[in-house]
């Protein structure tokens, strides 16, 4: 454990880049408009928004990765170039890729890379055949921790180094959904809706349950079971120290197209284990504290994915998130008075007590969470409000115009 693991979460919004920071990641991760793997998230950057979040980056001293890692045709090539071309001239990190054309032309330009998680490296010579390209390589997800330690022993031993000169880098995924393929490259969801998965646009029917048909009689049975092609999350925050131990250099965190308390939750448990491994505080009480913490957002239940030597896969028993808190949208903020440290809303929906708890977004703000202790109405105080009310509450942390307020209940 000479080198400290670099935690790496996800940014598919301003909001979930702001969270992340504040939540303590030491890089992000994230892609724009389209030859990313989130292509259909509902706020993917733009080209435009670049130069924001690599300033946002350089002044919280965090890394930041651009995912190029989808299948790239003919037709695709020169806009990947062109977004290159713009993350070298604002001083990305790294572009993550799994193309052979990607690479070759990040070779060319000088723009370091991560090799994906697509390219299903699960062994020392093919990792050894990226290190002309790059710098860290993403295991395949199925590999065992074993499989993991050998592969980090024998890249000391070979003195495998990539472009940059320093020993390879390997990259490992701690937390988030897993796909039922094989390092994510599916095609399921290409031959049923014709949105591809490689191409960031997977429609996730594999989350859904589904109907056997007998074709010689057309009985029905449904698979009621469990969904049988929908994998539990991944969860490695209760054999951290073992993970960390493996020799892996980056813990990467799955989540771009979650939502901003998504990433803040996650991204702080996983800082705060980090942080108790490498100062001895690591137990089994904290583990159990973490595990509550990362069951309040969404997730569909938790597992330990292949690391620990599984062979196969355990799978959903319901459809959606087994989240045991749901956020409830109330309103949107209206001003902040820094000298009171009170923050004003208008309430939109639903109603608000004192006692709630309280969640509140916003892409400069990123994420607050909090209790309720008081509630003011044209400055006198009340209990309960109602939608239509603009209230003011006591908030030391400062929020914007248009952050959405959010009431947490338990599920």
């Given at each position: 454990m000479a080198r400290r693991i670099e935690l790496m979460a996800p940014a598919g919004s301003f909001e979930s880049l702001t969270a992340a920071i504040q939540a303590g990641a030491d890089s992000v991760y994230f892609g724009v408009e389209q030859l990313n793997m989130r292509v259909k998230a509902s706020s993917n950057f733009t080209l435009g928004d670049i130069p924001r979040v690599m300033a946002m980056c350089r002044q919280n001293g965090?890394?930041?990765?651009?995912?190029?890692?989808?299948?790239?045709?003919?037709?695709?090539?020169?806009?990947?170039?062109?977004?290159?071309?713009?993350?070298?001239?604002?001083?990305?990190?790294?572009?993550?890729?799994?193309?052979?054309?990607?690479?070759?032309?990040a070779r060319r330009v000088g723009m370091p890379v991560h090799i994906s998680t697509q390219a299903n490296v699960s062994n020392i010579d093919s990792l050894e055949f990226y290190s002309a390209y790059a710098d860290a390589v993403v295991l395949a997800r199925e590999l065992t921790l074993k499989q993991v330690s050998a592969i980090t022993k024998e890249i000391r031993r070979r003195k495998i180094t990539g472009p940059s000169e320093e020993l390879m880098k390997v990259e490992v995924f701690g937390?988030?959904?897993?796909?039922?393929?094989?390092?994510?490259?599916?095609?399921?969801?290409?031959?049923?809706?014709?949105?591809?998965?490689?191409?960031?646009?997977?429609?996730?029917?594999?989350?859904?349950?589904?109907?056997?048909?007998?074709?010689?009689?057309?009985?029905?049975?449904?698979?009621?079971?469990?969904?049988?092609?929908?994998?539990?999350?991944?969860?490695?925050?209760?054999?951290?120290?073992?993970?960390?131990?493996?020799?892996?250099?980056?813990?990467?965190?799955?989540?771009?197209?979650?939502?901003?308390?998504?990433?803040?939750?996650?991204?702080k448990c996983y800082?705060?284990?980090?942080?108790?491994?490498?100062?001895?505080?690591?137990?089994k009480e904290l583990v159990k504290y973490w595990k509550e913490q990362l069951s309040t957002v969404f997730n569909r239940g938790f597992w330990d994915g292949y690391y620990l030597g599984r062979t196969i896969g355990e799978w959903s028993h319901d459809y959606g998130s087994k989240a045991t808190?749901?956020?409830?949208?109330?309103?949107?903020?209206?001003?902040?008075?820094?000298?009171?440290?009170?923050?004003?809303?208008?309430?939109?929906?639903?109603?608000?007590?004192?006692?709630?708890?309280?969640?509140?977004?916003?892409?400069?703000?990123?994420?607050?969470?909090?209790?309720?202790?008081?509630?003011?109405?044209?400055?006198?105080?009340?209990?309960?409000?109602?939608?239509?009310?603009?209230?003011?509450?006591?908030?030391?942390?400062?929020?914007?115009?248009?952050?959405?307020?959010?009431?947490?209940?338990?599920?």
């Open positions: 965090v890394k930041a990765y651009l995912t190029i890692n989808t299948i790239i045709y003919t037709h695709d090539i020169t806009i990947m170039k062109s977004i290159i071309d713009i993350a070298i001239k604002n001083k990305v990190n790294a572009v993550i890729a799994s193309d052979q054309a990607v690479m070759t032309y937390h988030g959904a897993l796909c039922m393929a094989i390092s994510g490259k599916c095609y399921l969801s290409l031959h049923s809706a014709y949105s591809s998965a490689n191409r960031g646009a997977c429609v996730q029917n594999c989350r859904r349950s589904y109907v056997v048909t007998d074709k010689e009689q057309g009985i029905e049975f449904e698979v009621d079971n469990q969904y049988i092609m929908s994998a539990k999350d991944l969860c490695t925050i209760d054999f951290l120290d073992q993970l960390i131990g493996s020799g892996a250099s980056i813990l990467k965190l799955e989540g771009r197209g979650r939502s901003a308390d998504y990433v803040h939750t996650v991204t800082r705060e284990a980090i942080d108790a491994c490498y100062m001895g505080l690591y137990s808190k749901k956020k409830v949208y109330l309103g949107r903020g209206l001003k902040y008075f820094e000298y009171s440290r009170a923050a004003e809303f208008r309430i939109e929906a639903q109603s608000l007590s004192v006692g709630n708890e309280i969640l509140i977004t916003g892409p400069t703000t990123g994420v607050v969470q909090t209790r309720i202790n008081e509630i003011r109405v044209n400055d006198i105080p009340t209990d309960t409000v109602h939608k239509g009310d603009i209230i003011s509450i006591p908030l030391p942390d400062r929020v914007r115009p248009a952050d959405k307020l959010y009431k947490l209940v338990d599920v």
